[in-house]
């Protein structure tokens, strides 16, 4: 039993559409010749120089962002999100300081990035907890990955008006101007003054998360999970009922997780 249940997991993992980010830089056109590959965020060129006046094609997957000074800023240019490995020629990496892709790694990670300048230009803080806060600047850049969707608040104490954006199963970006932020685009909290970005996932994606999920639960990897307390699947939930729960029963924070498909509490 345990063995057929690992079985479809990795089938599920297999069949997912799940990569890593990674772009080449090569010396010829339609991405020919000698080349460079990065799969890490580079505040600084310089060890590249020798090789970056020659650029003249880029391969990528991914999302990718080039900045003519070091430190990410300011913003000189960026790839189209893609899902699938594409070409095309570019010689705007000859003067780039930096670069970096944006948003995590894997971009199926349900998570929030959140940056300090328009366009992804400088600070960088990504979160995968059911809740952000605190940023030490007024967030003026987002971009939400994976099955995940996110409510933006105004204010820094998940108070005003309010913005929800969906990862769609990728990665979904906006310039907007939030100081906090909590997981789930609850119908409750975005009630007339919402702004709503990117499509909600499509069935297709609905129906694969919530059968990882489903899996999950079959093997039994959770503990201190209850059913409800504002958790009514991944479209439709409300971290600070949950929360309130596991304060008043565990006295620990919790959320409605990803892993249980968003229709539980977990209690941390």
């Known amino acids: ?24 830089l090569h010396s010829g056109l339609s991405c020919t010749g000698p080349g460079f590959t990065f799969e890490t965020k ?38 189209n999100f893609r899902s699938s490995t594409y070409c095309f020629n570019s010689t705007y990496p ?24 328009a366009s992804a230009v400088s600070t960088e803080k990504i979160f995968t907890t059911s809740a952000a806060n605190n940023f030490g600047f007024e967030a003026e850049y987002v971009i939400v990955s994976g099955m995940s969707s996110w409510t933006l608040y105004y204010n820094d104490d998940f108070t005003g008006n309010t913005t929800c954006v969906n990862g769609n199963g990728g990665l979904v970006g906006s ?15 975005n009630k007339g003054n919402a702004t709503k970005i990117g499509n909600p996932p499509t069935m297709a994606g609905q ?3 919530l059968i990882f999920a489903l899996v999950i639960l079959s093997m039994g990897l959770m503990s201190a999970v209850d059913a409800g307390y504002g958790c009514n699947g991944p479209w439709d939930y409300n971290h600070n009922l949950c929360s309130v729960h596991c304060l008043s029963t565990t006295l620990s924070t919790g959320g409605c997780r990803w892993f249980t498909g968003f229709f539980r509490c977990h209690c941390d």
């Open 207 to 209: 129906t694969q998360f």
């Open 94 to 117: 000859t003067v780039s300081k930096s670069l970096r892709y944006v948003g995590p790694l894997e971009t199926t990670t349900p998570s929030i990035s959140i940056y300090d300048g």
């Open 42 to 79: 580079e505040p600084n060129l310089a060890n590249w120089e020798f090789f970056l006046p020659s650029v003249q094609s880029i391969k990528v997957v991914g999302w990718w962002y080039f900045y003519t000074g070091v430190n990410f800023s300011p913003y000189q240019s960026h790839t």
């Open 175 to 189: 310039n907007r101007n939030f100081r906090s932020a909590t997981m789930g685009c609850n119908s409750l909290e």
């Open 1 to 24: 039993m345990i063995f057929s249940r690992i079985t479809i997991l990795l089938l599920l993992v297999a069949s997912s559409t799940a990569f890593v980010q990674e772009m080449t």
